[in-house]
């Protein structure tokens, strides 16, 4: 028996959008947009009539705006939010506002939908552990620890000179629960690939610099690493780094993801050998697992947020079953542990 289609309404006031998404979707047999919606009231209503898996939203809406529509819409039902965003500053802007109040990730617009269908699987798998978690305030699941090599214990110091860190979706909300517990003197740099387009890495960077005590900024090609400062990889680019500076190039095919978290690990593990600290926080696919793998056999130590925490669990579960995870944590402890192995 083949499994249930994957039911997803589709909002937008444009008529030229509401024509163009159903068929793109569709295009994928797995999935059926079971309606569509012009507004954001038209978009709660129907919603709750039709109980589809997935949203997708507009954000510019007359009547209802997305913004107060996806309030409504993960308060009052189970389904995961996609938002549809303008690829500008200001559209950055509001969309990682949207993250932040339930949305699981977004599509710009003026991309073509590239990866709709890859972002609307990651948003059921999301919606599976929405469901499953309970919302009663109960404790987060204890900590799960690997076995280890001899080389450090589980809460020990680690050795290390910088620290990199992979995120997909549910990174942005994951990237402010660890740099917000970090402090501002950190001993080494950290630089972050999330996999987002560009414009969206750079308002990433200002709100979680205005937000959180370390320094954080959007990389750029040739910037010195230093200690105390976090580098958001810039979207649509792959970033890499050597023993003292971030080289920041276009893509040459290496990854379907730009930034890449293997491609920032490899040039990590080519310039820092095993004093590098990896964290692999939640996302689909695998992209990371096979260079923190690699850094891991090596010496280096990475932590892996555990599945409990994760809106998918996917790119932490690549890592642990490609045996290159040293701890698993849930994200409300990884970084006081970042502290704890930086010695901070």
Do not use: W
């Not at 990866?115 to 309970?134: C, D, N």
């Not at 490609?322 to 698993?328: L, N, Q």
């Amino acid at each position: 028996m083949s499994p249930p289609l994957i039911r997803v309404l589709v909002v937008d006031d444009s008529p030229f959008m509401r024509s163009v998404l159903p068929p793109k979707i569709e295009a994928d047999p797995r999935f059926k947009v079971v309606g569509t919606a012009i507004d954001g009231r038209d978009a709660i209503e129907k919603t709750l009539a039709l109980s589809p898996d997935v949203v997708t939203l507009d954000i510019d809406m007359p009547v209802m705006n997305g913004i107060d529509a996806l309030k409504e819409i993960v308060s009052r039902s189970s389904a995961s939010v996609i938002m549809l965003s303008a690829r500008t500053e200001q559209g950055a802007s509001i969309t990682l506002e949207a993250l932040d109040l339930g949305a699981i990730d977004f599509i710009p617009k003026s991309r073509g939908l590239e990866r709709i269908h890859e972002k609307l699987s990651a948003a059921v798998e999301a919606r599976k552990h929405r469901i499953r978690t309970p919302a009663t305030g109960a404790k987060p699941a204890a900590a799960v620890r690997t076995p280890l090599p001899p080389r450090t214990a589980c809460g020990g110091r680690v050795s290390a000179k910088i620290c990199i860190v992979g995120s997909s979706t549910g990174g942005p909300q994951a990237l402010q629960s660890v740099i917000s517990q970090l402090p501002e003197a950190l001993p080494v740099p950290i630089v972050v690939a999330q996999h987002m387009p560009p414009n969206f890495t750079k308002a990433l960077a200002q709100r979680l610099n205005d937000t959180c005590k370390p320094k954080v900024v959007e990389a750029e090609d040739g910037m010195t690493l230093t200690k105390g400062t976090i580098y958001i990889a810039p979207g649509g680019m792959q970033t890499r780094v050597t023993g003292s500076e971030i080289k920041v190039r276009p893509d040459q095919g290496e990854s379907l993801y730009k930034p890449s978290v293997d491609v920032l690990a490899e040039s990590a593990r080519s310039a820092f050998g095993k004093n590098v600290l990896g964290v692999m926080l939640t996302g689909m696919g695998a992209d990371g697992a096979a260079e923190f793998a690699k850094l891991h056999k090596l010496g280096a130590y990475n932590i892996s947020q555990d599945q409990a925490s994760c809106v998918v669990y996917g790119m932490p579960r690549s890592l642990v079953e490609a045996g290159g995870s040293d701890e698993v944590l849930p994200l409300d402890q990884i970084g006081g542990r970042i502290r704890s192995a930086l010695g901070c």
